[in-house]
C-alpha cells in the first residue's frame, strides 16, 4: 500500500492519528447505515415482490374478462364503453426518507364523475361489467406496485454507493494511513538514535 507523501514530523503524526482515528468511526458508521439498509431492502423487496405478484394475477383476470366481452359485443361498442372513464384521478406525489434516501411516496385522490358504469347495461355483457370495475380497483394496487418498485431501485442504488465508500475506507484510507503512520514513526524514531548517536560522540571527545 502506497503511504502518503508528507513530511515526518511530530505534528504531521499527529494530524494523521486524528484523520485515522475518523476514518475508522466513519468506517463503522457507514458499515452499520450498510447493513440497516441492506435490512430494510430486503423487507421493500418482499414487499414488491408480493405486490407484483398479486396484481399480475388480477390484471391477467381483468384481461381476460376483457377477451371475454370483446368476443360477444360488437367491437365498435366494446371500444366505445371501455374508453369512457367513470372517474378522474389525480396523484399527489411526494417524498419519504428511508435511512436518509428520499424515495416517492405517491397519494391517489379519486373523484367520482358519474355514477355506476358509464354505458347502458343492454348494450355491454356482465363480463365487461366486471372487467371495468375491477381494473379500476386495481389502479391503486399499481401505482403502489410502481412507488415500491421504485423505492426498491433507488435503495440498492444507495446501497452501492455506500458500499463504494466502505472499501474505499476499509481497503485505501485507512490501510494507506496506518502505512504512513508507520512510516513517521519509523522516521522519528530512527532521527531520535541518530541524535543520541551524535550525542554520544561529542561527550566522548568532551
Known sequence: MARLNVNPTRM????????????VRGHKLLKDK???MVRRFTVVLREAKRLREEVEA??????KQFYIARSVTPSFEAETAFALP?????AECTTQSVMGVEVPRITLAREKRTGGLPYAFSEITGEAD?????????????????????TVRMLAEEIERNKRRVNALEYVMIPQLEETIKY???KLDENERAAIVRLMKVKSKA
Open 184 to 186: 513517521i514513526k519509523d
Open 12 to 23: 504531521e503524526l499527529k494530524k494523521l492519528k486524528a484523520r485515522l482515528s475518523t476514518a
Open 58 to 63: 388480477e390484471l391477467s383476470e381483468v384481461l
Open 130 to 150: 366486471y372487467s371495468v370495475q375491477k381494473a379500476a380497483e386495481l389502479l391503486p394496487k399499481m401505482v403502489e406496485l410502481a412507488q415500491t418498485e421504485k
Open 86 to 90: 367513470t372517474a378522474s384521478v389525480e
Open 34 to 36: 450498510s447493513d440497516e
